[in-house]
């Protein structure tokens, strides 16, 4: 799953460390969502989506194989 969340942070020049503490999250936590490594749970991907006034769907992109169509 690809997200946004790096753009959104970098766009409103915040540090991982600042949006994880304004989550509630560690800096940790954050770097692992934006590098893909962690899928954040359904409450924090919507604290995430409150906090930068976007939807879920805009934030975090599923990956669609062509197996999915099946």
Known sequence: MRNSVRE???SRGLSQG???TALGV???TINAIET???TPSLPLA???AKFFKVSVEEMFHVDESP???Q
Request: aromatic letters at 6%; hydrophobic letters at 30%.
């Open 26 to 28: 560690s800096r940790q």
């Open 67 to 69: 197996a999915d169509d």
């Open 46 to 48: 919507i604290s995430m």
């Open 8 to 10: 959104l942070r970098s």
């Open 18 to 20: 600042q949006l994880g």
């Open 36 to 38: 893909g490594r962690y």
